[in-house]
């Protein structure tokens, strides 16, 4: 919806203007800025509810006593309106920002109990003099801060904190290893050890001098009590989601891969709305999309389209994506390994020139409903624990082996090195995009150092903290702390909002992760079908065509574009700069890129990893 920004401190009006217009992207429509003694709010509005004068922000509340920003959409704002209303309080009750100072002045903190949807706001109250900030309970909406000598400062995106002269711009070395490894970084670190993130499900305080307080709000629902669903109480419980998100003062469309998810979410809007409205759908041209393991998503994505007679913009990429590498670094102020967010951003532009202000994803559907290959491979091997692990891991070499097609060989050779690694470790090392070796061997004698020394990480901690449940209760819940806030919703957010489009995901809600937690492992994962309740109910909706389709990401052909842009790679991965930083191994990584180039190995990945970091630093450090 918007960007905020703010300080707590000895800042001005002028740095927050600074910081505002560096993420003038995320709200085309509108700025605005509040200053006291203490402290300041900046923010960037996108319209999408109460398009009004009335909305714009920062917004005082509640007789002056409070001024807000706030970036996100609030669901269930007009029964929370109602509530308020009830008890006296005086706002604008089309607009959900409105409701958010009142809130917080009759319940405090325990408020965000109350929010259903996608948030980062700031709220500083000028009678207690301090700000209470919040992020939604699994971080759609982006929440950056640092501590610095003249005070707290946050936004909505990281490059908007470099405008402040005393932020501290060194690079956390553990946060380097966490982008290598797993192609994103989980928990709190950024690539700079002076800016943090706050946490998905939590909200935090700060005094007047500058004293933080950061508290959990929010958990993800894990159980040993279980109970079987019907396939029509998800169906319902979906439609109720889907018709809450649909709420909106400017038309909504959505993302169509002809996937299960996403064409879910399609039917849905189809029930609600009734009349068609718009769907986007990429593709690509060129043969590696088979070569690479990737179906054609227009062949499904038009027989949804037809079946539910909504409109299907088609979007084709031509080029080698590697072009566009500089902006999605910037964009996404991380540097992540993975060309999705490029489609994302392509497939809200196009939206945007058809006057689309806000898109439905099916972003959350895998991670929430075990839908990727991960689960299928967690919940076989909880069924079959009964087979000594020296044979099982023999079993899957030798197919390994045998396998003639790459993408099969590449997805074996990664079973294998999971089976391969101590029992205890394998859920985390499911998410291993860079193998612990060869990790290790690519690192410069800094990193090595951090390496040697690194305690437990962040998703190392939440796995401990998950042993009393089941396994695969144990990696979707590694799923909602880790790759889901952390890289795909993330992107989709960043994405998205440079292009001035808003995007929601239904599966992301917190009454669909309710219900899906609670099911028995029979009712996520059966043989090799995942996500067995949801597309069971489905099934009066969607074609067996449809719903029992081979998986398919959102991927791309990522080998065969770095290969054709080698020199480029080259350019950045052995440039003067990055040489003297040292950083990785310039032998190891060379043999890296040769070993791929010849297909001895596939490391497109962990070498994409290498070049968008030094992408990242050329662009957020050095310049």
């Known amino acids: 919806m918007c960007g905020i920004a703010g300080y707590v401190g000895n800042f001005n009006e002028s740095i927050l203007k600074k910081m505002t217009d560096k993420i003038a992207h995320r709200g085309p429509d509108g700025s605005g800025h509040w200053v006291c003694q203490e402290a300041g709010l900046g923010h960037r509005r996108l319209s999408i509810i109460d398009l009004s004068e009335q909305a714009s922000q920062p917004m005082e509340a509640v007789e002056g006593r409070y001024q807000i920003v706030f970036n996100g959409e609030i669901y269930n704002f007009k029964a929370l309106a109602a509530d308020l209303k009830d008890k006296g309080y005086v706002f604008n009750e089309n607009s959900d920002t409105a409701i958010l100072a009142p809130l917080y002045d009759a319940y405090g903190e325990s408020m965000v109990h109350k929010l259903d949807g996608i948030f980062a706001f700031a709220i500083w109250d000028k009678q207690e003099k301090s700000l209470f900030a919040a992020r939604d309970h699994l971080g759609m909406k982006p929440f950056y801060y640092a501590e610095t000598s003249k005070g707290f400062v946050f936004s909505s995106e990281l490059k908007a904190l470099l405008e402040i002269e005393q932020l501290e711009r060194e690079i956390d070395h553990e946060a380097v290893l966490s982008y290598v490894r797993y192609l994103w970084c989980a928990g709190e670190h950024t690539m700079l050890k002076g800016v943090k993130k706050l946490l998905p499900g939590h ?37 109720e989601v889907v018709a809450d998100q649909t709420v909106s003062d400017v038309p909504v469309g959505a993302f169509l891969s002809g996937g299960v998810d996403s064409s879910a979410i399609v039917t849905s809007m189809k029930k609600h709305l009734g009349e068609p409205f718009d769907t986007f759908c990429i593709g690509f041209e060129g043969e590696e999309m088979a070569e690479e393991g990737f179906s054609n998503d227009a062949f499904y994505a038009n027989q949804v389209a037809k079946q539910t007679g909504v409109n299907l913009h088609h979007i084709t990429i031509q080029e080698n994506f590697v072009h566009d590498l500089k902006d999605m670094v910037y964009n996404l102020d991380e540097p992540q390994a993975d060309p999705a967010p490029l489609f994302v951003k392509r497939i809200c532009k196009e939206a945007k ?52 097609k790459k993408y099969l060989k590449r997805r074996l050779s990664k079973l294998h090195e999971i089976l391969k690694s101590p029992k205890d470790k394998r859920l985390l090392h499911a998410f291993y995009y860079t ?48 790759f889901l806030p952390d890289h795909n919703l993330n992107y989709t ?3 998205s909002m440079a292009s001035g489009v808003e995007v929601r995901t239904p599966f992301t809600s917190k009454k669909i992760i309710d219900f899906a937690f609670k099911l028995p492992l029979h009712q996520k994962v059966q043989g090799r079908e995942a996500k067995w309740l949801l597309k069971k109910a489905f099934e009066k909706r969607l074609s067996p065509e449809i719903l029992y ?9 990522v080998r065969h574009w770095l290969l054709k842009e080698e020199e480029f790679v080259r350019s950045v ?4 700069q990055a040489m003297i930083r040292g950083l990785f191994n ?25 070049l968008v970091i030094e992408l990242w630093i050329n662009m957020f450090i050095e310049n």
């Open 573 to 576: 991965l052995f440039s003067k």
């Open 586 to 610: 310039a032998a190891t990584v060379k043999k890296l890129l040769e070993n791929t180039k010849t297909g001895k190995t596939d490391g497109s990945y962990t070498i994409l990893s290498l």
């Open 493 to 495: 957010d960043k994405m």
């Open 549 to 557: 389709r081979s998986k398919a990401g959102f991927g791309a052909p």
């Open 435 to 482: 193998e612990p070796k060869v990790l290790y061997s690519l690192l410069g004698a800094e990193l090595k150092q951090a390496y040697d020394h690194q305690t437990a990480d962040y998703l190392e901690k939440v796995l401990e903290s998950s042993k009393d449940f089941s396994s695969l209760d144990r990696q979707l819940n590694l799923e909602l702390h880790g």
């Open 203 to 239: 909200f935090m305080t700060v005094s007047e001098d500058c004293l933080c307080l950061i508290s959990k709000w929010y958990d993800v629902p894990l159980t040993q009590n279980h109970e079987e669903k019907t396939p029509e109480e998800l169906l319902s419980l979906f439609d």
């Open 353 to 404: 020139k058809k006057g689309v202000k806000v898109m439905l994803s099916g972003s959350g559907g895998d991670d929430v409903f075990s839908g990727y290959r991960r689960h299928q491979v967690t919940a076989m091997l909880e069924k079959y624990d009964f087979i000594p692990e020296k044979l099982q891991t023999l079993a899957v070499g030798v197919l390994k082996n045998l396998a003639h």
